[in-house]
């Protein structure tokens, strides 16, 4: 965990609410930290499938994960700069938009946090 | 959309110039595409009220453009606990190094009502420099190791290797009871009021003299300047005791054996004596009115400097020993605890 994080974090509960209680903030913080890794996995998962930022936004959203846009848009970038995903400009409905994908590095380091994921979930699972 | 113009135009400004005109770009698709989806769900365009509340619930423009930047850390994790170790083990010795030097200046040039305020100024300047010049340093060494590791090929190792002879031994457990941070802060507000104490002296001797203060008063005799000199010395001693022990309190410190700090303490307690043994003449006690009573007094003033005289050389002789000893004992202690360590 970075300064930047920590920062970041603060700030966005910060703008939550200015009312929140410790135990709220501490609540809030271990939240974010538990979705962090599991946004991941969901964008790549569902970027199986091309989509720009909004719809991904959306389809996510539809399958009860509900990812804010200073989230997400950024986060979008930097799985690109990582080389998990594949972008190209294209226009549609007479707007250019950005469409991003898995690539094959992308694929198979998806595949190996799936695994991840599951042993995680079978865990978890377990001990409780 | 105005406001979403003006909207993106606040995120473009907060975001790094050579990815600006992309980022903002794939922005705008995005979010046009989702105020068209607004407009579809109420039925019309939206009006000035809805169009503020819509960009309303946008995340604010600082925390958007900020979540595009690289994560960003002046010195990361790797080189942290080393930069740490070096920063306070350096402004440790210099806060010593310019207190003494600065303490020495107090009691050797004129006095002047800015001197204190002017010294403790000196001090926490010297020591704010050098951690600013430290963390600089670092901070160059963190870049440097990141975008050209091939640089400070050793530096990027020592990142991952540690040694295994280097952790540290397990002090044997000490009888009687266990250090408590509680105890630590009663030590520290014990120390604050004797502080106070000691500040109050010269103007209230009866602090330390009871009734017996006036009958002082009715002597023929007073303390030389060097006294006081000594007692400066002496109120340097316990702030730089008491600052010792708030940083303690702060870093967590009073838990460990400090016998570092024990012996600076016990070495620094040797500066007041010296100075007031240097008293000019060795006169610590003088008459009021030389002229009219030294024929009465002086040679009782003679004796009662002769007996401070001697009295000081067997306090710092007394002190000087029992200094060395503990210093002879705490390194055959260490040299035995390596010998069987090494076994």
Redesign the interface.
Known sequence: M????VC?TV??IQ?MGYSMTVAENQFENLRLELRRGCLTLAVLAQLKQEH????L??ALAAQGLEI????L??LL?RLESQGLLTSEWREEEK????FYRLSADGEAIFARLLDEWNAINLAIGNIL | MELLDRYLEAVKKQLPWERQDD?I???R??????LE?RQEEVGHTLTPEEAKAWVGQ???P???A???RP???LI??GLFPIYLLILRMVTFWVFICTAIVNGIRLFTQPWSAGAVPGAIWDVAFVVLLNAAIITVIFAAIEYATLHHPEWMPQVTELRCKWDLNALPQIEPVTRGKKRTRAHTIIEAVAHTLMLCWLLLLPKYPVLILGPGAFIVYALPYTIAPIIMTFYWAVVVLNVVQLAWKLVDLYTGAWRGERKLEHFAIKLMGIIPIVIALRAPGHLWVVLKDPAAEFAKYGNQLAQINQAIYIGLRIVLIITVITFALEVGNWFLQSYRRSLKSAA
């Open positions: 970075t300064s930047y994080t970041n700030y966005f703008c720009y930022g909004y719809t936004r959306k804010d846009e200073s989230t848009y950024p970038r707007r250019n938009k950005r | 980022i770009a794939e922005l698709a995005n979010l046009e595409a989702q989806d946008l995340p604010p600082a925390m958007m900020g979540r595009y994560q960003q850390y990361g994790p």
